[in-house]
T-cell receptor, first 112, second 115 residues
Framework: DQQVKQNSPSLSVQEGRISILNCDYT??????FLWYKKYPAEGPTFLIS?????DKNEDGRFTVFLNKSAKHLSLHIVPSQPGDSAVYFC???????????FGTGTSLTVIP | GAVVSQHPSWVICKSGTSVKIECRSL??????MFWYRQFPKQSLMLMAT?????????EQGVEKDKFLINHASLTLSTLTVTSAHPEDSSFYIC???????????FGPGTRLTVT
């Protein structure tokens, strides 16, 4: 059973515009949510995270929003740059601290 | 900070041989390490979770006798693919997590090709 879902396998955005990547989860006991960025043939890179007690976390061009009632989080990238083109994974941490559940990824393409 | 390395980055081996992949946390102590496998155009598949000094916990469907995991120290975990077959060809990625932080840090991955 997929506890973390990314329903959009791909997204294309014009350079300079906003990219919005979405993620849904089913388990209300997750305590942290994370976004990772992955280039082909490389390991994922940690991007940004948010605690379940917050609804927004911002780091430069990246902002993550958490809507606990909807069990939904999103990653906003503004402005989008061609170097942002990669696969983005959202992940949720279980309360034991050692279980992480990953979504299937969204491939973002930023068009120059 | 929080750098994780993997060695080798790419390995080609013959069917029936064993291959060892190393995962090291370079600047922090990794109490927990994770091993993932990624097939082309698919998501990360968690294979096993290992805590330093104890046996690894394998995910359902992962053969523990085929994928041997050792986490002997706080900075090193190894994955040995025993009696490798072409279907084991994949991209293997490790990640590490310390006690002080909640996020995992991933290694660059190892491409295994079994001929």
């Amino acid at each position: 059973d997929q506890q973390v879902k990314q329903n959009s396998p791909s997204l294309s955005v014009q350079e300079g515009r906003i990219s919005i990547l979405n993620c849904d989860y089913t388990n209300s006991m997750f305590d942290y949510f994370l976004w990772y960025k992955k280039y082909p043939a490389e390991g994922p890179t940690f991007l940004i995270s948010i605690s379940s007690i917050k609804d927004k976390n911002e780091d430069g061009r990246f902002t993550v929003f958490l809507n606990k009632s909807a069990k939904h989080l999103s990653l906003h990238i503004v402005p989008s740059q061609p170097g942002d083109s990669a696969v983005y994974f959202c992940a949720a941490r279980g309360v034991t601290g050692n279980q992480f559940y990953f979504g299937t990824g969204t491939s973002l393409t930023v068009i120059p | 900070g929080a750098v994780v390395s993997q060695h080798p980055s790419w390995v080609i081996c013959k069917s029936g041989t064993s291959v060892k992949i190393e995962c090291r946390s370079l600047d922090f102590q990794a109490t927990t390490m994770f091993w993932y496998r990624q097939f082309p155009k698919q998501s990360l598949m968690l294979m096993a979770t290992s805590n330093e000094g104890s046996k690894a916990t394998y995910e359902q469907g992962v053969e523990k006798d085929k994928f041997l995991i050792n986490h002997a120290s706080l900075t090193l975990s190894t994955l040995t693919v025993t009696s490798a077959h072409p279907e084991d060809s994949s991209f293997y990625i490790c990640s590490a997590k310390g006690t002080a932080r909640y996020e995992q840090y991933f290694g660059p991955g190892t491409r295994l090709t079994v001929t």
